[in-house]
């Protein structure tokens, strides 16, 4: 079982940055697609960012385009999630998971780790 460790959410303001990461325990992540997903209170879980194995690519959903970046550092075995501008639009519990997503493409299936809260408000 693939399993990773979240961390890095907080409280912040409108217009605000946090930077997430996600770090793999007992496997090489570069070998896999990354996937940063997040579940906001009363929604289905939706994913945000992509980055493809080998870190050849990387995909965003529309609803985050030009505010989060996903990148890795392999050497850390982490993929990170800059999350600039934020909106209270952006408050939900963000997970990350391998292998569920890729070019264009997000799946919500199989298990979930805690996630890590982030939370937008003034």
């Known amino acids: 079982q693939l399993q990773f460790v979240e961390s890095g959410g907080g409280l912040v303001q409108p217009g605000g940055s946090l930077r997430l990461s996600c770090t793999a325990h007992?496997?090489?992540?570069?070998?896999?697609?990354i996937g940063w997903f997040r579940q906001a209170p009363g929604k289905e879980r939706e994913g945000v960012a992509c980055?493809?194995?080998?870190?050849?690519?990387?995909n965003y959903a529309d609803s985050v385009k030009g505010r989060f970046t996903i990148t890795r550092d392999n050497a850390a075995n982490t993929v990170y999630l800059q999350m600039n501008s934020l909106k209270p639009g952006d408050t939900a519990v963000y997970y990350c998971?391998?292998?569920?997503?890729?070019?264009?493409?997000?799946?919500?299936?199989?298990?979930w780790g805690q996630g890590t809260q982030v939370t937008v408000s003034s």
């Open positions: 998971a391998a292998d569920r997503c890729g070019s264009g493409w997000f799946l919500d299936t199989g298990s």
């Open positions: 007992g496997f090489t992540l570069d070998y896999y697609a």
């Open positions: 980055s493809l194995s080998r870190g050849l690519n990387t």
